[in-house]
């Protein structure tokens, strides 16, 4: 079955885009919430880029009661081993799948294009990225963690290999405890993926710093052509 593709906000830093970030948010929020994070990321006023906010489905999550929510896949429980939905990680996967091929008809090639979120939507960045066919210009994880771990090595495609991964975490989450941030930078690092590490004295959250630390490796990984 062919995924559906998913309500967005949509925001062009100039007209005429040449490069794509899409950016999915964390459990119970919205596209609408990172997209006024645009200007706070400082990109430099040649950038030409079109930023995504997809909102994940409405569905009802286990942690929460089965309340529902906003939410990229189910959370069975707070401990790292036992949270993970892959059934609905792999849903949330085709969905992205399917704003990648929308915007690639669109006209933006892949190497020009980044996958990023915070929290759940870092882990669907990291997971739908390392998988994905075509070649990519970056992947960003903020406060998150690495789901499918032990199936990466067989199931990541070799076109995203040596991809650019920005992952940043807070020293006082509580949510996302730091440990589970390093052992999956740790994973990814023994299999060998280029991840740049950063740390910031805060909670669950995102501070101006990060920001424009994630700013910074956009404007890296996909520099005005020419």
Partial sequence: MTA???SSVEIETQP???ALVIWMHGLGDSGSSWAAEVGALELPPSARIRFLFPNAPMMPVTI???YRMRAWYDVFDDALNARCDLDGMRASQENIEALLNHEYERGITPSRTVLA???QGGAVALYAGLRHSKKLAGIVALSTYLMGAETMAQEANDANR???IFMAHGTID???LPRWAE???DALQALRYDVEWQT???PHSATEQELRDVGAFLTRVLPPPG
């Fill in 4 to 6: 559906s593709l998913l």
């Fill in 162 to 164: 040596q991809t650019p």
């Fill in 174 to 176: 509580p949510v996302v």
């Fill in 16 to 18: 005429n885009p040449d």
């Fill in 117 to 119: 979120g915070f929290s």
């Fill in 64 to 66: 929460n009661q089965g």
């Fill in 200 to 202: 910031y004295s805060m």
């Fill in 183 to 185: 052992m999956s930078r």
